[in-house]
């Protein structure tokens, strides 16, 4: 049997979180244009300079917040990381992640390829302290 990652809206996001469980590790919320995941907030943001060079795209996914008792910065995200990949797929905008992480097995972990101004970071996030 195969689980699926359901995003939620803020509202239903809430909702999951009081009652715990995996999906208060995701929500996604439109008004703002960020996504919420494992301890992190991500928004599209425009690329310059060097970073648009070595992503080769004007525009990606960053990490605005990684909060430092959460399992994304347990894991090494950092706040200004950039979203190169996730699961071996190309990530330009939420839209991408959203879709990397719908076909997702929670069981199994995220693999992510970061940028920042040190360079290339690969790191590996697990949902498993979200399963019931």
Known sequence: ?????SLLGARSGKEAAAKGG???RISYDEQKSTLKLLGMTLTEAPLEGENRQKLGSRGGV???VAEWDQDAYRGGVRSGDIIAEVNSTRILSLQDLRKVLRAHDPHLPLFVFLLNSR?????NLSFISALP
């Open 119 to 123: 360079g290339w970071r690969f790191v």
């Open 1 to 5: 049997m195969r689980m699926k990652i």
């Open 62 to 64: 960053v990490v605005l």
């Open 22 to 24: 995996m999906d208060s």
